[in-house]
Nanobody, 114 residues
Framework: QVQLVESGGGSVQPGGSLRVSCAAS????????MGWYRQAPGKERELVAG???????KYADSVKGRFSISRDNAKNMVYLQMNSLKPEDTAVYYC????????WGQGTQVTVSS
């Protein structure tokens, strides 16, 4: 079954850290670049970070130096470590292939507020 399951979100104060995780079925994960996306209220979904099979990464300018994406190919997992969080990082975070394809998971809510 094709599946994406995100977890690890929560509420944090500005300057705090969170790590979100994504469990992907093998048909999505294997042999594909993976990305973390986010959608804030009233805004379109955007790519935040991506990781290629080689391990090379790319980041949106807004998160460079603060976020770090990684993958565990043995476990079909993708992670996003988020540091120095800002209120504007508040959004629902999703993972998917890069570029995205098929159904999205339920996402995980990240709220940054004092």
């Amino acid at each position: 079954q094709v599946q994406l399951v995100e977890s690890g979100g929560g509420s944090v104060q500005p300057g705090g850290s969170l790590r979100v995780s994504c469990a992907a079925s093998g048909s999505i994960f294997s042999g594909n670049a993976m990305g973390w996306y986010r959608q804030a209220p009233g805004k379109e979904r955007e790519l935040v970070a991506g990781i290629f099979i080689s391990g090379s990464t790319k980041y949106a300018d807004s998160v460079k130096g603060r976020f770090s994406i990684s993958r565990d190919n043995a476990k079909n997992m993708v992670y996003l470590q988020m540091n120095s969080l800002k209120p504007e990082d508040t959004a629902v975070y999703y993972c998917n292939k890069m570029p995205p394809f098929g159904r999205w998971g339920q996402g995980t809510q990240v709220t940054v507020s004092s």
